[in-house]
């Protein structure tokens, strides 16, 4: 019997301090349940054989956003072969002194250093852990690792954009994000209005929400007082992302806010209280839907996927507002 299922690990960050250089994931993958005494002494249900080796996506979270709530994406790609990790790191420093983070190097981000190395710390790390994974236990020699997609929201989809570079990470075939754009902060450094470039090695989704109020009121990072919901992922795409046949996407969603990509919504932490309010759930499935069939058309075999992503077929188009390629 096919069930979800998922595993717990923990990786650590070299660069950061104790207590704050570890972080803990969850692994979740198509698992085949038969109901052994082993299965049901641990728990350890294994992996679907007709699915595996299974590509991998990586997904990093908001900053102060609990990754459990993208579990619901997670599940809804684990039917189609694709395992997902999720994780959460926590910093301490800045002005909300101890915050659930990607993990960032802004450093690796000011004009004297970007490109010279991955700004999302965690990557690296996560990409060992995974390694040691597929070496032994319930999922070992069970997942793919030359097949990896990023996935991020907010802080988190900008750092999967900007780390979006096969020399970095070689098994990377496909990026997307939610309510993030790669507009560079002022404070680090940049002129304003300055988007930073995307990698062009892999192919791009870019999606976000016309009632996104966190990136609206989030303006004046950028060096603008005044900017839309979706300016500046307009501008990322125009201006950030080279051409690519067509592969490259910009999906906007009209009835869509900055954590339409969450569930459940968390109004205890993270700037949710800055959001526009909006019924997340038909948004929300249309996030689904894009992401399904972009990752399976890049990771998987899956020549139907590849024609429903060229078309957006069973894409609900009274819920999106633009679609753009290049």
Known sequence: ??????????????????????????????????????????????????????????????????????????????????????????????????????????????????????????????????ERVNAEGTLAGKLDLQRLAFGGHSAGGTASLLNARTSWFPGLKAVFSYGAHSGASTALGWPAQTVLPIGGDVPVLLIGGEQDGCIAQSAHHYGSSNASSTDR?????????????????????????????????????GRGFIDSPVTPERA????????????????TDDEDARQAYRELDGIDRMATSTLFRK
């Open 233 to 269: 992922l307009r501008q990322t795409f125009d201006e950030a992302l080279p051409d690519r046949d067509g592969s490259n996407t910009l999906l906007l969603l009209k009835d869509a806010n900055h954590f339409s990509i969450c569930s459940p919504p968390d109004s205890t932490c």
């Open 1 to 130: 019997m096919y069930m979800t299922r998922c595993i717990f690990d923990a990786f650590k960050v070299d660069t950061l301090n104790p207590p704050y250089d570890t972080g803990i994931a969850r692994i979740y993958y198509p698992g085949q349940f038969g109901d052994t005494a082993t299965e049901r002494n641990t728990g350890a249900v294994p992996v679907d054989p007709t699915l595996s080796p299974c590509p991998v996506l990586i997904i990093l979270p908001g900053m102060n956003t609990d990754h459990s709530s993208y579990r619901w994406l997670a599940e809804l790609l684990a039917p189609f072969g694709i395992a997902t990790v999720t994780y959460q790191l926590i910093s301490h420093g800045g002005i909300g002194g101890i915050v659930a983070t990607p993990g960032i190097d802004a450093e690796a981000l000011t004009p004297a250093q970007f490109g010279d190395r991955p700004s999302a710390i965690a990557m690296p790390a996560i990409m060992s852990m995974l």
């Open 284 to 299: 929300r499935h249309v996030i689904g839907q894009a992401i399904s069939l972009f990752l399976r058309s890049h990771l």
